[in-house]
């Protein structure tokens, strides 16, 4: 566990090199970024635009769209990723400015908190209409600008797409179903040139955040009295430590990497703590023990460890 905590918490992503995909000849790479007004989308975008990509900046507010348009490689564009004659107008956008599309982000997303059990349909569906199906709008939409620059798709997860923890659970089945979602649309998008990454980041400071905290005060209220008030305080008492928070710098840059280097991963975990990587580590070799055991085809301790060099192989 030590080594490969080590070897994230090391890993530099590079500047891309030269000779990466340019749309329209002689014009900048031009890339997407949804949720851009604030938080790990804002410091994507920012990151981006000061390598000199083009980026088109996502937000819903017009204040968010017009403070990003003054920032120098940058348009604010208006854009609710469940609003689809947003995303309609967005494709508009980016074919009239003569760039093409060379990479998306997929970063726009929301949080609720609390018991699975106490949530009503409409919450639920709320965070799907965003976290999980907002990618897939975005990214059918821009598809064939995407086909044509033979360029990239990456998209914002979390370590809840590998964890699921009490009163995140709404949460952690969005980013779950966002795992699959890039998984397949990298195995079915391959074979015409274009490659989908996932960022999985642990604990930064965000508007999901942000949000987080104001959600467990309301969620707690709503608690009270039931079995769920004793676990929802302690809650409350850990997501106190937000402040503590670290900016999503390295985020970005992971992002920056995965759209621009020429051998991009297909997941990039980037947390600021050590505690965070091991137990997201340790909950991916947890359900490889359990769908190995107690089955006719389980495979013996000496060829799983042969597969787990093959893979760390393949990832070197």
Do not use: C
Request: no cysteine; proline share 4%.
């Amino acid at each position: 566990m030590r080594r490969t905590i080590t070897l994230l918490s090391l890993l530099t992503f590079a500047a891309p090199v030269a000779g990466v995909a340019q749309q329209a000849a002689g014009s900048q790479a031009a890339v997407l970024v949804t949720g851009a007004s604030s938080g790990i989308g804002r410091k994507i975008a920012e990151a981006l635009a000061a390598r000199g990509t083009f980026v088109y900046a996502g937000a819903r507010k017009a204040e968010d769209i017009a403070e990003l348009s003054k920032i120098k490689n940058m348009q604010g564009v208006r854009l609710d990723v469940t609003v689809p004659a947003d995303v309609a107008a967005a494709v508009e956008t980016v074919r009239k400015g003569g760039r093409g599309l060379y990479g998306v982000v997929n970063n726009a997303g929301i949080a609720i908190v609390g018991p699975l059990v106490e949530h009503d349909e409409k919450e639920m569906r709320s965070i799907f209409e965003v976290n999980t199906l907002g990618p897939w709008r975005i990214t059918k939409a821009f598809s064939p600008m995407l086909i044509a620059s033979k360029g990239r798709v990456v998209t914002i997860s979390s370590i809840s797409g590998i964890l699921s923890g009490p009163f995140l659970g709404a949460y952690s089945m969005s980013k779950h179903a966002i795992e699959a979602f890039s998984d397949a649309l990298g195995a079915e998008m391959a074979g015409l040139g274009v490659r989908s990454s996932l960022i999985e980041p642990g604990n930064y400071r965000s508007d999901i955040g942000r949000n987080t905290m104001a959600q467990v005060d309301v969620a707690l209220a709503r608690a009270k009295g039931t079995p769920f008030e004793p676990a929802m305080r302690n809650m409350q008492v850990a997501m106190g430590r937000y402040d503590s928070y670290p900016e999503p710098d390295s985020v970005a840059s992971a992002a920056v990497h995965a759209l621009f280097d020429p051998n991009p991963r297909a997941r990039y975990m980037v947390v600021p703590a050590a505690g965070q990587a091991a137990v997201t580590i340790r909950k991916a070799v947890e359900e490889l023990v359990q769908l190995n055991a107690g089955h006719q085809f389980t495979v013996e301790r000496d060829s799983l460890v042969k597969l787990l060099d093959a893979a760390l192989a393949r990832v070197k």
